[in-house]
């Protein structure tokens, strides 16, 4: 009787951790690339503001923002992956990581797609007819796509920009009128606001930025 050798049998748990190393390995390929591209948006930002074009320096810091949530948000998913794959019980939560496998897969794709080339990302600032197309596309694709703290957070940064380029205080600086306080309730009050008419001013601004986007279409 002959010998008979068989290859090892691969269990459904060794696929899921191959598959994470290899998804895990395209997100660090992912986040060397898009350093570059986000690197590049701020400038872009920055000259956007120098020109006094608000509406494409704040298109070019949501797109960024937006690929960073997106690496973020998949990079914290494969950890948790990581940790449902290496527990004893893996037959438990199997269905639950193959899905999360499949989510990753596809985010992952989406990244790839959305980060393109350098050459998208001069498009921001373009104003030939192809540009702005592209531009409008990025906006009202990012209008469904971003939280309303990723929306605050592009502020914050477009804020601390044109205060670089124009030196224009941020909102937080400015001085409100107020009574002097000296109660810490009174100061919490004070602070909200503050923060009210922050929000009223970032309402306003957003409004001019979608009234500006909309007048080509109108055209």
């Known amino acids: 009787m002959g010998n008979t050798t068989s290859s090892p049998k691969i269990s459904a748990q060794d696929r899921a951790i191959l598959d994470m190393k290899i998804q895990r390995d395209k997100l660090q390929q992912y986040q060397k690339r898009i350093t570059t591209i ?11 503001l120098a020109r006094d074009d608000r509406s494409k320096a704040l298109l070019a810091l949501r797109r960024k923002k937006f690929q960073e949530s997106l690496l ?14 290496n527990n004893v019980e893996f037959a ?11 989510q990753g897969t596809a985010v992952l794709k989406q990244i790839n797609a959305e ?4 050459e998208h990302v001069e498009k921001l600032m373009g104003e030939s007819e192809d540009a702005k197309a592209y531009q409008r596309e990025i ?3 990012l209008g469904g796509q971003m ?5 605050d957070e592009v502020e914050d940064e477009l804020e601390a920009l044109q ?6 205080k941020a909102p937080e600086e400015i001085a409100y009128p107020s009574a002097p306080v000296t109660d810490p309730e009174d100061r919490e009050e004070r602070q909200e606001e503050v923060n009210r008419q922050r929000a009223k001013d970032r309402a306003r601004a ?4 979608s009234a500006q986007a909309a007048e080509p279409m109108m055209a």
Request: one cysteine or more; hydrophobic letters at 35%.
């Open 38 to 48: 986000t690197t590049r948006e701020t400038e872009v930002a920055k000259e956007c």
């Open 72 to 85: 973020a948000k998949t990079d914290a998913q494969l950890a948790t992956l990581e940790q449902l794959t």
């Open 92 to 102: 438990l939560v199997q269905n639950d990581v193959m899905y999360g496998l499949q």
């Open 115 to 118: 980060m393109g080339g350098i």
């Open 139 to 141: 906006s009202e694709m």
């Open 147 to 151: 939280s309303n703290q990723d929306e």
């Open 163 to 168: 205060g670089v380029v124009q030196g224009v």
């Open 206 to 209: 957003r409004e001019q930025a």
